[in-house]
């Protein structure tokens, strides 16, 4: 679909800039590109590549290597339902099956309308509060059968759009860093034993 | 450097050398270099470590845990790694105690548990690392009754190369080759943990000219080549040790064939020269040899003179031998010209040497064809590669190694990038190695000599070449402009760096040796250019092409039509029926690749051995035999009666061969060096660059390494892979004549054809550059052999 648009690229560049290797800045450039169009295109991919100086092959491959970069459409809402111990013994795979009845898809699929993908998760770290969910990576917890209805309803009724941003979107405020601020790129090669940053508040006083 | 002096000593006690770590290889004391991995300690002191991802020529990984031993560094054993291990002292490794066996047979066992076993429909199946060391090292049985995991059958990476990802045991092998080896990394690792796989990015595949080596180094068959995809079993095959001769590097080989047909060609590990790498040209191109074009009979040219008919071997030589004496008796010897012999044997070209001067007595000889620098190069102190690739710094000035000599690219890539050899590179535009350059200098065509002197006045540039040895690769990289212009460069370099040594970058198989060997105008005699043009005046009563092909190759099409047409009469020895041997009188059917022996030289002067591995197509014969066969015809006196005997002749009779006898080069593994004595600078012609008259680019034309060399042309699996010619312009240049993709009109004073433009950042503005010998266009039309340098009008097609 997308290469990344003209406003994109200058923010990529700017975080190209961080880095002491272009290459270094893959990562967060296919967050960036998943935050423009909801999931990461071939296109993107070719695009992140030429901008880090790398071949397209070596973004797939780090791109491929994450579940959470998407390589297929998936709706404005990915909600993902853990599965693993605590959950699972407090209904996890009976609060999954009843989101299936009520979304009629199987989990790993999308909704028609393509606003909710449904995915099974392993641990997402949050045991004591089980069984728990996540909506587009936000917290849900002590999630009921009630509950999971309660959360369709309010995304369909695009209730949660402050709470909730699109799939994508890591934060809705984008770290920016001054270039007088920043450290900037530090060469590998001449790195000394104190933290780079010291240097630069030095300066700064 | 010798040693100068040794600690005095009381007692002759053995001399500790700090190179040296002893360790224990399975109850044996060894003796291991410093920093030496434990597995290549091993196998260099006869163990064997079973290895899949391994390979000495690239960096560790340890991906495939397949070399599992017990190594006991003191803290009692532990199964380690030993390929990401290097020795210590004392370590005491064990590598087939109960405990690695046990090891080795389990990863074997995982390894296994999703390979498919399909070893009897597997083209690797009887030479695979998997199966010899399921057999040797493995459990003889599995545990593994569940459904293996499926992909699809093998899918295309590229146009050469297959890839089965179910027998892919995941070595990094191919990927780290392409990454760190080829500076392609085109192939990569996709997904995690179960779901792991090799695959191109989509619509990119995995175009490399160095893409076959990733077949011949894959530990299982999971990677498969097009033209030998189901050929033969490798039980099948007959193999000998040879050289290619598709370029002038040299890269060893093993030409390997069944039922008398070449099948395939691998790669051999030779220290010095190609360290098991080939280029996908010379591995592939085995396929024109077989092809159904060769010529396997002499033809000569029929009774109403419209083409060629077949002939016996007696008609064809009295004919040839009856032409040569009436040119001999017409014009005299000068009226005899002898262009080619580059693609054959040294035994070859010196057979034919002798025939042009002992039985012709012409010197109108020459190998080259007005695309390589003078011979005089080939006088000045001589580099190896090894010497190149343990530079201090690598001056280029040549053409695109990566398209011309691309294993020497590979060598100095290797330098450049792993080994901090600096490389300063002039050049008409951006090539493969300018990625890899400390500094990567552009000229325009004329202006070379100038901006070299101008570089290295720079003080940065004086310092670096102070600092230690100096190679300088130099060849031609403009086929548009005359060789002077790089050979005032070159000595501007000389002059600068007097210690420096030299690599020419001569690109035509045995050009070297063809003319080390005398075919060469020795005093003086015509060079090609000169040749033809006396043929074009009328001048020549018989041109003979030893396998050259002037009406393809040569950069001045014009010339050579005219050439063909007012040479009386036309003998050619070649392999196939050419664009220009089929205007021949007489066409004598030559012997090909692999159906000769003999030796080559390389561009180092290393003499390296040509392996007959096929009886020769029809009734053709080596280029040294129809040499004797025509001086019998014309009652001369003729003793070069075997290969053997010409290799010996050699040897006696050519200083630089002196050491290249048949007992030294039997015994040697790396071949001998045979190297002209230095001798005095070169001819500089402190020749101005032309003022551009009313046109507004220079002409750069370059070559790539597919074209339409018909060794490339007949092996179908390359055929495809030529890029076409485009005219790669300067963005900015373009810009004004209407952006990338237009048809442009290029005009130059003899000719103007029309080409796709291309934007092209590499090439420096107010320079044009163009590939040679496409099958779109015939760029060779826009060239003047007689012009210094090329000058075209660029313009929009209204």
Same mark, same amino acid.
């Given at each position: 679909?997308?290469?990344?648009?003209?406003?994109?690229?200058?923010?990529?560049?700017?975080?190209?800039?961080?880095?002491?290797?272009?290459?270094?800045?893959?990562?967060?450039?296919?967050?960036?590109?998943?935050?423009?169009?909801?999931?990461?295109?071939?296109?993107?991919?070719?695009?992140?590549?030429?901008?880090?100086?790398?071949?397209?092959?070596?973004?797939?491959?780090?791109?491929?290597?994450?579940?959470?970069?998407?390589?297929?459409?998936?709706?404005?809402?990915?909600?993902?339902?853990?599965?693993?111990?605590?959950?699972?013994?407090?209904?996890?795979?009976?609060?999954?099956?009843?989101?299936?009845?009520?979304?009629?898809?199987?989990? =790993?699929?999308?909704?028609?309308?393509?606003?909710?993908?449904?995915?099974? #998760?392993?641990?997402?770290?949050?045991?004591?509060? #089980?069984?728990?969910?996540?909506?587009?990576?936000?917290?849900?917890?002590?999630?009921?059968?009630?509950?999971?209805?309660?959360? /369709?309803?309010?995304?369909?009724?695009? &209730?949660?759009?402050?709470?909730?941003?699109?799939?994508?979107?890591?934060?809705?405020?984008?770290?920016?860093?001054?270039?007088?601020?920043?450290?900037?790129?530090?060469?590998?090669?001449?790195?000394?034993?104190?933290?780079?940053?010291?240097?630069?508040?030095?300066?700064?006083? | 450097?010798?040693?100068?002096?040794?600690?005095?000593?009381?007692?002759?006690?053995?001399?500790?050398?700090?190179?040296?770590?002893?360790?224990?290889?399975?109850?044996?004391?060894?003796?291991?270099?410093?920093?030496?991995?434990?597995?290549?300690?091993?196998?260099?002191?006869?163990?064997? /470590?079973?290895?899949?991802?391994?390979?000495?020529?690239?960096?560790?990984?340890?991906?495939?845990?397949?070399?599992?031993?017990?190594?006991?560094?003191?803290?009692?054993?532990?199964?380690?790694?030993?390929?990401?291990?290097?020795?210590?002292? =004392?370590?005491?490794?064990?590598?087939?105690?109960?405990?690695?066996?046990?090891?080795?047979?389990?990863?074997?066992?995982?390894?296994?548990?999703?390979?498919?076993?399909?070893?009897?429909?597997?083209?690797? =199946?009887?030479?695979?690392?998997?199966?010899?060391?399921?057999?040797?090292?493995?459990?003889?049985?599995?545990?593994?009754?569940?459904?293996?995991?499926?992909?699809?059958?093998?899918?295309?990476?590229?146009?050469?190369?297959?890839?089965?990802?179910?027998?892919?045991?995941?070595?990094?092998?191919?990927?780290?080759?392409?990454?760190?080896?080829?500076?392609?990394?085109?192939?990569?690792?996709?997904?995690?943990?179960?779901?792991?796989?090799?695959?191109?990015?989509?619509?990119?595949?995995?175009?490399?000219?160095?893409?076959?080596?990733?077949?011949? /180094?894959?530990?299982?068959?999971?990677?498969?080549?097009?033209?030998?995809?189901?050929?033969?079993?490798?039980?099948?095959?007959?193999?000998?040790?040879?050289?290619?001769?598709?370029?002038?590097?040299?890269?060893?080989?093993?030409?390997?064939?069944?039922?008398?047909?070449?099948?395939?060609?691998?790669?051999?590990?030779?220290?010095?020269?190609?360290?098991?790498?080939?280029?996908?040209?010379?591995?592939?191109?085995?396929?024109?040899?077989?092809?159904?074009?060769?010529? =396997?009979?002499?033809?000569? &040219?029929?009774?109403?003179?419209?083409?060629?008919?077949?002939?016996?071997?007696?008609?064809? /030589?009295?004919?040839?031998?009856?032409?040569?004496?009436?040119?001999?008796?017409?014009?005299?010897?000068?009226?005899?010209?002898?262009?080619?012999?580059?693609?054959?044997?040294?035994?070859?070209?010196?057979?034919?040497?002798?025939?042009?001067?002992?039985?012709?007595?012409?010197?109108?000889?020459?190998?080259?064809?007005?695309?390589?620098?003078?011979?005089?190069?080939?006088?000045?102190?001589?580099?190896?590669?090894?010497?190149?690739?343990?530079?201090?710094?690598?001056?280029?000035?040549?053409?695109?190694?990566?398209?011309?000599?691309?294993?020497?690219?590979?060598?100095?890539?290797?330098?450049?990038?792993?080994?901090?050899?600096?490389? +300063?590179?002039?050049?008409?535009?951006?090539?493969?190695?300018?990625?890899?350059?400390?500094?990567?200098?552009?000229?325009?065509?004329?202006?070379?000599?100038?901006?070299?002197?101008?570089?290295?006045?720079?003080?940065?540039?004086?310092?670096?070449?102070?600092?230690?040895?100096?190679?300088?690769?130099?060849?031609?990289?403009?086929?548009?402009?005359?060789?002077?212009?790089?050979?005032?460069?070159?000595?501007?370099?000389?002059?600068?760096?007097?210690?420096?040594?030299?690599?020419?970058?001569?690109?035509?198989?045995?050009?070297?040796?063809?003319?080390?060997?005398?075919?060469?105008?020795?005093?003086?005699?015509?060079?090609?250019?000169?040749?033809?043009?006396?043929?074009?005046?009328?001048?020549?009563?018989?041109?003979?092409?030893?396998?050259?092909?002037?009406?393809?190759?040569?950069?001045?099409?014009?010339?050579?039509?005219?050439?063909?047409?007012?040479?009386?009469?036309?003998?050619?020895?070649?392999?196939?029926?050419?664009?220009?041997?089929?205007?021949?009188?007489?066409?004598?059917?030559?012997?090909?690749?692999?159906?000769?022996?003999?030796?080559?030289?390389?561009?180092?002067?290393?003499?390296?051995?040509?392996?007959?591995?096929?009886?020769?197509?029809?009734?053709?014969?080596?280029?040294?035999?129809?040499?004797?066969?025509?001086?019998?015809?014309?009652?001369?006196?003729?003793?070069?009666?075997?290969?053997?005997?010409?290799?010996?002749?050699?040897?006696?009779?050519?200083?630089?061969?002196?050491?290249?006898?048949?007992?030294?080069?039997?015994?040697?593994?790396?071949?001998?060096?045979?190297?002209?004595?230095?001798?005095?600078? +070169?001819?500089?012609?402190?020749?101005?660059?032309?003022?551009?008259?009313?046109?507004?680019?220079?002409?750069?034309?370059?070559?790539?390494?597919?074209?339409?060399?018909?060794?490339?042309?007949?092996?179908?699996?390359?055929?495809?892979?030529?890029?076409?010619?485009?005219?790669?312009?300067?963005?900015?240049?373009?810009?004004?004549?209407?952006?990338?993709?237009?048809?442009?009109?290029?005009?130059? &004073?003899?000719?103007?054809?029309?080409?796709?433009?291309?934007?092209?950042?590499?090439?420096?503005?107010?320079?044009?550059?163009?590939?040679?010998?496409?099958?779109?266009?015939?760029?060779?039309?826009?060239?003047?052999?007689?012009?210094?340098?090329?000058?075209?009008?660029?313009?929009?097609?209204?």
């Amino acid at each position: 679909m997308a290469r990344l648009t003209e406003s994109n690229v200058k923010i990529a560049r700017e975080i190209i800039g961080r880095y002491p290797r272009p290459k270094s800045a893959t990562i967060p450039l296919l967050h960036l590109a998943q935050e423009q169009d909801g999931y990461v295109t071939n296109e993107a991919m070719s695009h992140i590549a030429d901008l880090v100086g790398c071949t397209a092959a070596e973004v797939l491959g780090t791109c491929t290597f994450y579940e959470m970069f998407k390589m297929e459409p998936v709706g404005k809402y990915v909600i993902n339902i853990c599965g693993t111990m605590s959950c699972a013994l407090l209904g996890a795979h009976e609060l999954m099956h009843h989101a299936e009845q009520q979304l009629g898809i199987r989990a =790993g699929s999308t909704t028609p309308d393509g606003l909710i993908t449904l995915e099974h #998760a392993e641990c997402q770290a949050a045991c004591t509060e #089980a069984p728990c969910l996540q909506v587009n990576y936000r917290y849900r917890f002590r999630v009921t059968t009630e509950g999971i209805d309660q959360l /369709i309803d309010d995304l369909r009724g695009a &209730k949660l759009t402050e709470e909730i941003p699109p799939h994508g979107t890591v934060a809705r405020v984008r770290q920016h860093i001054p270039v007088n601020v920043g450290v900037g790129a530090v060469d590998p090669d001449t790195v000394s034993t104190a933290p780079a940053w010291l240097a630069v508040k030095e300066e700064a006083k | 450097m010798t040693a100068t002096e040794s600690p005095a000593t009381e007692e002759p006690t053995e001399p500790v050398d700090p190179n040296e770590v002893k360790v224990t290889i399975n109850g044996h004391d060894v003796s291991a270099r410093k920093g030496e991995l434990i597995i290549a300690a091993a196998e260099r002191t006869g163990t064997y /470590i079973p290895r899949f991802c391994y390979h000495e020529r690239m960096s560790s990984v340890g991906m495939c845990r397949m070399c599992l031993c017990e190594v006991d560094t003191g803290r009692g054993p532990a199964l380690t790694p030993t390929c990401m291990f290097p020795v210590a002292p =004392g370590m005491v490794i064990n590598t087939e105690s109960p405990v690695a066996k046990a090891a080795q047979a389990g990863i074997i066992e995982l390894l296994l548990a999703n390979h498919p076993l399909d070893c009897p429909v597997c083209d690797k =199946g009887g030479e695979c690392p998997l199966q010899d060391q399921a057999v040797s090292h493995g459990p003889g049985e599995s545990r593994f009754v569940e459904e293996k995991r499926h992909y699809e059958k093998p899918i295309p990476i590229s146009d050469l190369v297959f890839l089965d990802r179910e027998r892919c045991i995941l070595c990094d092998r191919c990927t780290r080759f392409a990454d760190e080896v080829a500076g392609d990394p085109l192939i990569s690792f996709t997904h995690r943990g179960n779901e792991t796989q090799v695959l191109t990015f989509p619509n990119e595949p995995f175009v490399s000219y160095f893409s076959g080596n990733t077949v011949q /180094i894959c530990p299982v068959g999971a990677l498969t080549a097009s033209p030998y995809r189901f050929k033969a079993r490798p039980w099948d095959l007959e193999e000998a040790h040879s050289t290619c001769t598709t370029c002038a590097v040299g890269c060893q080989t093993v030409v390997q064939s069944s039922r008398d047909e070449l099948l395939r060609y691998q790669g051999y590990d030779s220290e010095a020269v190609n360290w098991g790498w080939l280029c996908d040209r010379g591995r592939f191109n085995f396929e024109a040899p077989n092809s159904d074009q060769r010529l =396997g009979t002499p033809a000569v &040219k029929s009774a109403d003179g419209t083409g060629l008919v077949e002939a016996s071997w007696s008609e064809a /030589i009295t004919k040839a031998a009856a032409l040569i004496k009436t040119a001999l008796d017409t014009d005299g010897p000068t009226g005899i010209g002898i262009i080619g012999g580059a693609r054959g044997s040294n035994e070859d070209a010196y057979a034919w040497a002798r025939f042009a001067r002992t039985v012709l007595h012409t010197d109108n000889v020459d190998a080259q064809l007005l695309d390589g620098l003078s011979p005089a190069v080939l006088t000045l102190p001589r580099a190896t590669i090894n010497d190149a690739a343990a530079a201090t710094t690598v001056v280029l000035l040549c053409g695109d190694l990566k398209e011309e000599l691309p294993v020497l690219f590979l060598r100095l890539r290797d330098a450049a990038d792993k080994r901090g050899v600096k490389v +300063l590179e002039f050049t008409p535009k951006s090539t493969g190695m300018t990625k890899y350059s400390w500094r990567s200098v552009n000229y325009l065509s004329g202006g070379q000599a100038r901006i070299v002197r101008d570089t290295i006045a720079q003080a940065d540039v004086a310092e670096q070449l102070a600092k230690g040895p100096v190679v300088i690769v130099a060849g031609t990289a403009n086929l548009a402009e005359s060789d002077q212009f790089q050979i005032d460069a070159l000595a501007a370099l000389l002059d600068a760096a007097p210690t420096a040594t030299v690599l020419p970058a001569f690109r035509r198989g045995n050009v070297v040796g063809a003319l080390q060997l005398g075919l060469t105008p020795a005093t003086d005699g015509m060079h090609t250019d000169d040749i033809l043009t006396a043929a074009a005046e009328g001048r020549l009563a018989l041109l003979i092409l030893l396998g050259a092909d002037p009406l393809s190759d040569f950069p001045d099409t014009t010339l050579a039509t005219r050439a063909f047409a007012g040479a009386r009469s036309i003998i050619a020895i070649d392999t196939f029926v050419n664009h220009s041997s089929q205007h021949a009188d007489v066409v004598l059917a030559a012997a090909g690749y692999g159906e000769k022996r003999g030796y080559t030289t390389n561009i180092e002067g290393r003499v390296v051995p040509l392996a007959q591995k096929v009886t020769a197509h029809g009734t053709s014969r080596p280029d040294w035999m129809i040499a004797g066969d025509l001086a019998r015809a014309l009652g001369a006196q003729w003793s070069l009666d075997s290969v053997d005997a010409i290799t010996d002749a050699i040897a006696t009779n050519v200083a630089a061969y002196a050491g290249a006898t048949r007992e030294a080069l039997a015994e040697a593994t790396d071949g001998v060096l045979a190297v002209p004595e230095s001798s005095s600078a +070169l001819e500089t012609s402190g020749a101005e660059v032309p003022m551009s008259s009313g046109y507004n680019f220079k002409l750069v034309v370059g070559r790539k390494l597919y074209d339409q060399a018909i060794s490339t042309q007949l092996s179908h699996s390359l055929a495809g892979l030529t890029p076409g010619a485009k005219l790669h312009l300067h963005s900015l240049d373009l810009d004004r004549l209407g952006g990338p993709g237009a048809p442009l009109k290029v005009t130059s &004073k003899t000719a103007s054809v029309v080409l796709t433009s291309v934007a092209d950042d590499g090439v420096p503005r107010g320079a044009a550059w163009v590939e040679f010998n496409q099958s779109n266009i015939n760029i060779a039309a826009l060239l003047d052999a007689a012009s210094p340098a090329t000058d075209v009008r660029v313009e929009t097609v209204s």
